[in-house]
Structures are given as structure tokens and as C-alpha cells.
């Protein structure tokens, strides 16, 4: 929202808008807009929405306005998956600076939103909620993954798939991992198939690796096109740059500024290091992508300290055995209460879902987490806040008091 509503204002356009945190919401914020644009955050009930509505002015959910806006440019680039697109779409934004594309992020870059460049190229993060990136018809796509989420709008594997199947028929050209379920996604024109399997027609080998930072060679069906060296830890990351080499392969474009790509805020982000122990901050609230950031982990640190914050209440149910053999790759875990988010509370839903073996602390506050990590981090060499909530704000607060302590 942040992004289009900057994009907006460069336009020419004026802009206003409200969020709960920053003044709430009131049907007198809607006097003199001519049109409305809402997140999924939103509800039906909500008074500005329900007073456009009320007024007839043009009312477009975020994914509608996207779709909007990206079909203004000639070339349409869109990165999806259950994870990595945030990260995948910055890559982009690296190795494409040089031809000056427009670029639509879910996350930031040191604290900054996207990128506003010409009107030729349109490089969008497409998120699957509620099937919102079929606003979108794309001329190429890149598909990381499919693992099921949302289970508060899908109800099915098999529906979580479907949209994602529609979403790779829209683009002429696709992209997709041949590692997993991605693979049988296909473009309306062609298909290409990247990941670390001989069999897939981009294939990254890892040549080395220092303290989770991977130098890989890319091939092309054989051929070897590319090396480099990551800028942001982890071998998930490998994957998400061979996408970006592969499209840049396949359209002859210059993809070597993705090496100046060094990670997105909140994804494996340091935030410092105190008395021997390294803390960083990690957005990972899927068990996959929990699996990976710890995986990256203890490739670099003995003993890892997770403070972890379940995302919404349908998530923490629906993969709480998953979620609790993800959080226990690391050696201490600490449990906060679930981060609502859109959603209201579930009977019988709550973090200790995620703790049947009794083997994490849960603590009921940040206030409560803040004693227990001024015991225990030293006892580790590395602390891990990691959730899509606002377990960072609590980070950031806690390692400023923390830097406060050490000058």
C-alpha cells in the first residue's frame, strides 16, 4: 500500500490514507477522494469502506489497483511463491538497475519501500491471498514454491495449487522450481525449470560456502553462464538468485548487478552483536521458512535462541506439528502469544499448540521475553526474533536498550 501510494503522488496524484495504528478510521477520511483503495487487512465493516461504497465512488481492493497500475507498462515481470518473493524481487531490482524498472515490494530495503523508475518495466512481488495476483497478467513470471498457507481463505491443497496454476497460465513466459511442486506450472507460451536437480533446465552448484554466504556456478541446460557469490546467507537464497539469472539469461539482459543484492530488511537481518551473540532479526512465520532460516543458522552459529511469535490463528492450527519440528532445529525456543493480524481468536488455539513435547518457554509478554533473554543470551551465540508481526518493533526496542547498556 505504502509502495502505490508513492507511486500515486509521483503522478501526480494526490494521496491520503489512514491505518489503525495512525489515527484509526472515520468515513469523513473518505471527503474528496474520488476512489478508494483498501488492503485485505480491511473489512467489509469498515467505515471508510463502507461509506465510499455508500458515496458510488470506484473501489478497488489493493490487488485490483496493482493490477491497474502494472498493465501502464510495456513489461511486466511478477515474482510468486509461498516464500522468497520479497527477496526474489529485490534480486530483481539489482540485477534490472540499469534498464530503470519500476519495482513493487511487500518488504523494505533499509527502510525504504520499492523503487520508482521509468515506465518500460514493472517488476511486482504477485502474493497469492486470496488469489489476488490474478489482477495481474504478467509477460514473464518466476514461481519459487508452492507450499499450502492461508488456511483461512483455502481450505485445500488442491485449491491453494489451482491459483497458483492460473496465475503461471496468465504469463507467456514462466519460470518455475523444478525442485518442488512449482515444477508442473506451466507459462502460456514457454516454461523453464531452475533449482539444484540435474534434471531442471537451469541448474545452480554450489561452489563454496563462508559462514552461510554461497558462491554458486549457474548452467544452462549444461552450459555453465554465470558465477557468483551472494550477498544474503542462506541456500534458500541460491535459488531465488538462479531465478533472477534465468530470466535474465533467457532475455539476454545484463543480470550482474544482482551481485550487489546483500538482503532485505527483517530477513536474516543483523541487528548486532552484544557480549559475543549476534541478533538478528528473521520474518519467517511458515514453517519452511522457518526450517530454512535455522538451517542457515547452525551453519554459522554452535547454539541459536529463537524467540518466536505465531502469525495468526488458522496458520498456528492448521501447522502446529510442522511449526514445533521447525522451531526445534534451533537449541532454545521461546514462545510468544499469537499475533492476530485479520483474524479474531479461536478456542483452543494459542502458542502452546506448538510445544506438545514441553520442550520451549512460553512467555505470556514482550516484557516477559525481555527478562528471559537478559538471562539466557549468554548462553547462546546467536538470538533469533523471528514472526510477520510486530515482534520486530520489540526487537529493534530491545537492541536499542541493549546498545544503550554497551556505550
Do not use: W
Amino acid at each position: 500500500m505504502k509502495f502505490l501510494a508513492s507511486l500515486c503522488k509521483q503522478n501526480g496524484i494526490e494521496v491520503s490514507g489512514s491505518d489503525i495504528k495512525t489515527g484509526g478510521h472515520a468515513a469523513s477520511n473518505v471527503d474528496g477522494a474520488d476512489a478508494v483503495v483498501y488492503s485485505f487487512a480491511i473489512g467489509d465493516d469498515n467505515p471508510e469502506l463502507v461509506e465510499a461504497r455508500k458515496r458510488g465512488l470506484p473501489v478497488f481492493s489493493r490487488s485490483q489497483f496493482l493490477g491497474e497500475t502494472a498493465a501502464r507498462y510495456k513489461s511486466v515481470v511478477a515474482v510468486c511463491g509461498t516464500h522468497g518473493k520479497t527477496t526474489t524481487t529485490y534480486m530483481l531490482s539489482c540485477a534490472l538497475e540499469h534498464l530503470d524498472p519500476t519495482v513493487h515490494a511487500g518488504g523494505s530495503v533499509g527502510g525504504k519501500c520499492g523503487r520508482i523508475g521509468g515506465n518500460e518495466l514493472f517488476v511486482t512481488e504477485a502474493c497469492e491471498y486470496k488469489q489476488s495476483f490474478l489482477s495481474l497478467s504478467p509477460d514473464a513470471t518466476i514461481v519459487l514454491n508452492v507450499d499450502l498457507d492461508h488456511y483461512d481463505y483455502y481450505k485445500t491443497y488442491a485449491d491453494f495449487y489451482e491459483a497458483f496454476r492460473k496465475f503461471a497460465a496468465r504469463s507467456k513466459v514462466a519460470f518455475v522450481c523444478g525442485d518442488n511442486a512449482a515444477t508442473t506450472l506451466r507459462g502460456s507460451c514457454e516454461t523453464y525449470t531452475f533449482g539444484f536437480d540435474e534434471n531442471n533446465d537451469y541448474v545452480a552448484k554450489t561452489e563454496s560456502i563462508d559462514r552461510g554466504y554461497y558462491t554458486f556456478s549457474a548452467y544452462f541446460r549444461g552450459k555453465r553462464f554465470a558465477t557468483l557469490t551472494l550477498g544474503a546467507r542462506g541456500k534458500h537464497n541460491v535459488l531465488n538468485a538462479l531465478s533472477v539469472l534465468a530470466y535474465c539469461h533467457r532475455f539476454g539482459i545484463d543480470g550482474s548487478g544482482l551481485k550487489r543484492f546483500c538482503g532485505v530488511d527483517r530477513r536474516f537481518e543483523s541487528l548486532g552483536s552484544f557480549g559475543g551473540v549476534e541478533y538478528i532479526s528473521d520474518y519467517a512465520h511458515h514453517p519452511r521458512e522457518i526450517e530454512c532460516t535455522l538451517l542457515t543458522a547452525k551453519e554459522i552459529y554452535d547454539k541459536v535462541l529463537v524467540v518466536f511469535e505465531p502469525h495468526t490463528y488458522t496458520r498456528t492450527e492448521a501447522f502446529a506439528s510442522q511449526f514445533e519440528a521447525a522451531l526445534s532445529i534451533g537449541d532454545g525456543c521461546a514462545l510468544l502469544p499469537i499475533y492476530a493480524a485479520r483474524e479474531r481468536p479461536i478456542d483452543g488455539v494459542s502458542s502452546s499448540l506448538l510445544n506438545t513435547g514441553g520442550k520451549f518457554v512460553e512467555l505470556d509478554s514482550y516484557a516477559k521475553a525481555a527478562e528471559y533473554i537478559d538471562v539466557e543470551a549468554r548462553n547462546y551465540d546467536a538470538v533469533i526474533f523471528m514472526g510477520a508481526g510486530s515482534i520486530d518493533d520489540f526487537a529493534r526496542s530491545y537492541i536499542s536498550g541493549l546498545k544503550a547498556k554497551h556505550t
